[in-house]
């Protein structure tokens, strides 16, 4: 029963190591190192060599059964949940300030990608948006669904100019070409557009101030436009 146990072990062994045997295989060697796998599928399809360069280093275990490997010009991570993705450049360096894969953002779920004029990543907790103008900025949860809701950077919001970030009055808030977005759980998510309206609210403190957080958008009046807070109503006329 010995020699059954060890006979079984050993054929465990062999496949065990002819499984890792076909997995190098697989790969292909690109500079100094191997690429393989999803990975491989990855570099390739997202521009190869003239985009990523050689790999500096090889495959190398990421945070919650991810893997990732790096190159010269930007990294691809993958995750049995979002599959492999590219992803280099500030959008990168940005979401390697949030705390790359074990941070708030998560894994990537899209190689970099076009924005109308700009660039950016989805990430399984958001997305991080560039433009020349803006640089490198991470938006998600409510306030990324009502950016999205009013048109992305396409919309007279524009890109963010900022990071998400706590506020005075308990809430979050987002930044933008075109204005802001805050948030709290009693308020959800609205938009103060640049003008006369969040002039007022800002001189008179913003989310800390006499009026409280939006609870609506900027709408029409007539002779102007008027937003509600959550203590009075700002209206301004032509």
């Given at each position: 029963?010995?020699?059954?146990?060890?006979?079984?072990?050993?054929?465990?062994?062999?496949?065990?190591?002819?499984?890792?045997?076909?997995?190098?295989?697989?790969?292909?060697?690109?500079?100094?190192?191997?690429?393989?796998?999803?990975?491989?599928?990855?570099?390739?399809?997202?521009?190869?060599?003239?985009?990523?360069?050689?790999?500096?280093?090889?495959?190398?275990?990421g945070a919650n059964g991810g893997?990732?490997?790096?190159?010269?010009?930007?990294?691809?991570?993958?995750?049995?949940?979002t599959g492999a993705h590219e992803?280099?450049?500030?959008?990168?360096?940005?979401?390697?300030?949030?705390?790359?894969?074990?941070?708030?953002?998560?894994?990537?779920?899209?190689?970099?990608?076009?924005?109308?004029?700009?660039?950016?990543?989805?990430?399984?907790?958001?997305?991080?948006?560039?433009?020349?103008?803006?640089?490198?900025?991470?938006?998600?949860?409510?306030?990324?669904?009502?950016?999205?809701?009013?048109?992305?950077?396409?919309?007279?919001?524009?890109?963010?100019?900022?990071?998400?970030?706590?506020?005075?009055?308990?809430?979050?808030?987002?930044?933008?070409?075109?204005?802001?977005?805050?948030?709290?759980?009693?308020?959800?998510?609205?938009?103060?557009?640049?003008?006369?309206?969040?002039?007022q609210w800002t001189v008179a403190?913003?989310?800390?101030?006499?009026?409280?957080?939006?609870?609506?958008?900027?709408?029409?009046?007539?002779?102007?436009?008027?937003?509600?807070?959550?203590?009075?109503?700002?209206?301004?006329?032509?």
């Amino acid at each position: 029963m010995h020699r059954h146990r060890l006979a079984a072990v050993a054929g465990l062994v062999s496949v065990v190591l002819l499984a890792g045997s076909a997995a190098t295989a697989s790969a292909r060697q690109i500079g100094a190192f191997d690429v393989g796998g999803a990975i491989e599928t990855e570099y390739d399809a997202a521009g190869g060599f003239d985009l990523l360069g050689n790999p500096t280093g090889p495959d190398s275990l990421g945070a919650n059964g991810g893997h990732y490997q790096v190159f010269d010009h930007g990294s691809i991570y993958w995750h049995p949940d979002t599959g492999a993705h590219e992803i280099g450049g500030l959008i990168r360096d940005r979401w390697g300030a949030l705390g790359w894969e074990k941070g708030v953002l998560g894994y990537p779920t899209t190689r970099e990608s076009d924005a109308t004029g700009g660039r950016f990543n989805s990430f399984q907790g958001g997305s991080i948006y560039w433009s020349q103008d803006t640089g490198a900025h991470e938006i998600a949860g409510a306030i990324y669904v009502k950016w999205a809701a009013h048109d992305y950077e396409r919309g007279d919001l524009g890109f963010p100019t900022s990071d998400e970030f706590a506020t005075k009055g308990g809430g979050r808030a987002n930044l933008f070409s075109g204005g802001a977005i805050y948030w709290t759980q009693a308020t959800t998510a609205h938009i103060l557009t640049n003008g006369p309206i969040l002039d007022q609210w800002t001189v008179a403190g913003s989310d800390a101030g006499r009026y409280g957080f939006p609870t609506s958008d900027e709408y029409d009046v007539p002779g102007g436009k008027a937003q509600n807070f959550q203590h009075g109503t700002i209206t301004v006329r032509s």
